[in-house]
Nanobody
Framework: VQLQASGGGLVQAGGSLRLSCAAS????????MGWFRQAPGKEREFVSF????????YYADSVKGRFTISRDSAKNTVYLQMNTLKPEDTAVYYC????????????????WGQGTQVTVSS
């Protein structure tokens, strides 16, 4: 599976962005998908997870209520809608794919996209 993340950019605090992660290669529908982020000088951290069926999602406490993960299997794409952005959301955002049923740590993912930069100004 090849993953291509896009949609990052510069936004003011309180604004919104929608990240996309397009998958190609092997069957996308069998994979559960996650979003992670990594700020400068910090470790990569879990943001959100969605099961292949789309019926189950998980969020980090820091983004719960502000971010929404979704997927469009027909387009082989997973999205991360980010609202009410804060300066502390500034990071490189990565999408990843896993065959594991529940995965909120990076070591449980098999495939990674290249990352897209999100910068939130105060």
């Amino acid at each position: 599976v090849q993953l291509q993340a896009s949609g990052g950019g510069l936004v003011q605090a309180g604004g919104s962005l929608r990240l996309s992660c397009a998958a190609s290669g092997r069957t996308f529908n069998g994979y559960n998908m996650g979003w992670f982020r990594q700020a400068p000088g910090k470790e990569r951290e879990f943001v959100s997870f969605i099961r292949w069926s789309g019926g189950t999602t998980y969020y980090a406490d820091s983004v719960k209520g502000r971010f929404t993960i979704s997927r469009d299997s027909a387009k082989n794409t997973v999205y991360l809608q980010m609202n009410t952005l804060k300066p502390e959301d500034t990071a490189v955002y990565y999408c990843a794919a896993t065959g594991i049923w529940y995965a909120v740590t990076s070591d449980r993912y098999d495939y990674w996209g290249q990352g897209t930069q999100v910068t939130v100004s105060s």
